[in-house]
């Protein structure tokens, strides 16, 4: 059978997913699944470089588990794990640290402004958070990573670090390539039209979750920041505040921009926002009603994470292998083989 290209994608439980996981992750990761041998896995890892409360931590990595699914990812297409079931990706981090300059990880962008937003906390974890993200990749010989506009450097260390691990030591890893979708790669806060939606904002209304009841949606995009025209027209630059409504729009209706500006030539800004608060109600509606019928599936999900840990650690151990042998480390002998007997037949 011919070998399908490989895909790898994750992300963090570190709160509530947003309508900017499903347009920049999600529904990509849905639309490839068919043509691609894919492995998404729920962060946990990366989600502890910012401090996480353990009960939730464990709760969040479930649900997040379970928007996966609820947002078409078919566990019978694509392995679905949670990171920390495979540790190859953290034994993978130390050699790949090892290759890694202080330099390249202090000027990534994410590092700086989590560092700044995490004044008292800046660990190390937050530091070499894109070396794991490295690993992540490598480990599964991933061709594509389908990613948000915000994770383009992240993965440009990545294949940095793959070559000068391949010109080191031999060719081991293929170099990935990002897959970052021409509309939707960078939801806007709601708020701050010019700061990304991220899940850990602290203010609510910022943020539409894809879980969001009807009443939160109506709410949140009613008091949507917009901008100072009157006129709906798409200028991410000059009017990002109803730029960033028109993406969304284009989301749950599958219109395109010059047709959105058709149909609301004319019109105010209040009736886009109507009209886009009532689509997205209709677009979220099967997800959270399917998320909501797997919060009652709990050994289902369960049994899904496990049999995606089972795949997933078997082509990990394989590269793994590969690359703790090119850089030189002693392979652990085989008791009977030197001689030795375990406790229980001696
Ligand atoms: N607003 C967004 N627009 C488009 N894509 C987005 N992604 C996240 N937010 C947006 C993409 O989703 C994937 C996984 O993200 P993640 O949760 O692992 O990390 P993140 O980018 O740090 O997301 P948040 O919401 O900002 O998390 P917190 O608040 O915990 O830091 C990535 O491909 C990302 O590009």
Request: with cysteine.
């Amino acid at each position: 059978m011919e070998q399908r290209p490989t895909i790898l994608s994750g992300i963090q439980p570190s709160g509530r997913l947003t309508i900017g996981h499903y347009t920049g992750a999600l529904r990509n990761w849905v639309a490839l699944q068919s043509t691609h041998e894919c492995f998404f896995m729920v962060a946990d890892l990366h989600a502890i470089t910012v401090p996480q409360d353990p009960e939730e931590l464990r709760q969040r990595t479930l649900e997040t588990a379970a928007l996966f699914l609820a947002c078409g990812v078919d566990p019978n297409q694509s392995t679905l794990f949670v990171q920390s079931h495979i540790p190859e990706h953290l034994q993978l981090t130390w050699v790949l640290a090892c290759l890694t300059g202080m330099g390249e990880c202090s000027r990534m962008t994410q590092f700086k402004e989590k560092s700044a937003q995490h004044r008292h906390n800046v660990n190390v974890g937050l530091f070499a958070y894109p070396i794991l993200m490295a690993a992540d990749i490598l480990l599964y010989q991933a061709d594509l990573v389908p990613v948000g506009a915000d994770q383009k450097q992240h993965l440009e260390l990545t294949r940095n670090l793959a070559e000068r691990f391949n010109n080191r030591y031999g060719q081991v890893f293929r170099i990935p390539e990002p897959y970052i979708p021409p509309i939707g790669a960078k939801i806007m806060s709601l708020q701050e039209p010019t700061k990304k939606m991220s899940k850990s904002d602290p203010n609510e209304n910022a943020v539409l979750f894809l879980t969001d009841s009807a009443d939160a949606i109506r709410r949140k995009i009613r008091r949507a920041i917009t901008d100072s025209g009157r006129e709906i027209r798409y200028d991410e630059k000059q009017r990002p505040g109803i730029s960033n409504l028109m993406v969304l729009y284009h989301v749950a209706t599958g219109k395109s921009i010059p047709e959105i500006e058709q149909e609301f030539a004319g019109a105010g800004y209040a009736d886009l926002k109507a009209a886009l608060a009532e689509a997205l109600i209709e677009f979220l509606r099967p997800i959270r009603e399917e998320y909501e019928r797997l919060q009652n599936a709990k050994d289902y999900l369960l049994s899904v994470l496990a049999q995606g840990a089972e795949k997933a650690r078997s082509r990990a151990q394989q590269t793994l292998q590969l690359v703790y042998d090119r850089v030189g480390f002693l392979p652990p002998a085989v008791p009977e083989a030197v001689g030795l007997t375990t406790s229980r037949e001696s």
